[in-house]
């Protein structure tokens, strides 16, 4: 079982529309979390950080719950342009605070 | 900042050859770590380094991956020999400190026919 899970998709969406996207992790010693994006055949880039009092920017909302293991990421008023794989990722145990990925979440924005 | 820099950015080798991919991290950053990208496994750490000593190898798949850091500015990963089953993107990542975001290279597009 991979530590982070995300739901893969696609998520359809037509513009303005509001979109979630939730991740599950099984490490509760995680320490941090962030949400990248990454498009079609690019690196992954940082989206936002995400911390335990939630955390906006612009049209982006990111949640996290401890007790229940789940960060979130809303999308308002979605834009062509969001259309990307999100990816969520959490740092793993140990001392090492190695970045762990979800698999993805595909988001396509349509007119 | 020129940001995380790797080469090259595509690699079209035959099956058995050596394969060396190589990866400049920001300045300043003492985590690096190398990831591989596949439709069916997602992203995958492979290693990581923390000031060029490695810390976690554990998703090294076997013995014909290796990596080196021999210092701060320049990491490598090899391949030998390289099999089909090896063609993915490989992608390298540095951080300034423990927890902190990774900046990711562009990547290596690799295929071995």
């Known amino acids: 079982r991979k530590e982070v899970e995300q739901d893969p998709g696609p998520f359809n969406v037509p513009e303005g529309a509001t979109v979630a996207f939730n991740c599950t992790y099984s490490?509760?010693?995680?320490?941090?979390f962030f949400w990248y994006r990454q498009d079609c055949r690019k690196e992954p880039k940082l989206l936002m950080s995400?911390?335990?009092s939630g955390n906006e920017d612009g049209r982006f909302t990111a949640q996290l719950n401890r007790a229940s293991q789940y960060i979130s990421l809303l999308i308002r008023d979605s834009k062509l342009s969001d259309s990307a794989t999100y990816l969520c990722?959490?740092?793993?145990?140990?001392?090492?605070?190695?970045?762990?990925f979800g698999r993805g979440t595909s988001l396509i924005v349509h007119p | 900042d020129a940001g995380v820099i790797q080469s090259p950015r595509h690699e079209v080798t035959e099956m058995g050859q050596e394969v060396t991919l190589r990866c400049k991290p920001i300045?300043?950053?003492?985590?690096l770590f190398w990831y591989r990208q596949t439709m069916m496994r997602g992203l995958e750490l492979l290693i990581y380094?923390?000031?060029?000593?490695?810390?976690?190898d554990s998703g090294m798949p076997e013995d014909r991956f290796s990596a080196k850091m021999p210092n701060a500015s320049f990491s490598t990963l090899k391949i030998q020999p390289s099999e089909p089953r090896d063609s993915a993107v490989y992608f390298c990542?540095?951080?300034?400190?423990?927890?902190?975001?990774?900046?990711f290279g562009q990547g290596t597009r690799l295929t071995v026919v």
């Open positions: 990542a540095s951080s300034s400190h423990r927890g902190t975001e990774a900046f």
């Open positions: 490490n509760s010693a995680s320490q941090s």
């Open positions: 995400v911390y335990s």
């Open positions: 990722v959490g740092t793993s145990s140990g001392g090492s605070y190695i970045p762990t």
């Open positions: 300045s300043g950053h003492n985590s």
């Open positions: 380094f923390n000031n060029n000593v490695p810390i976690d």
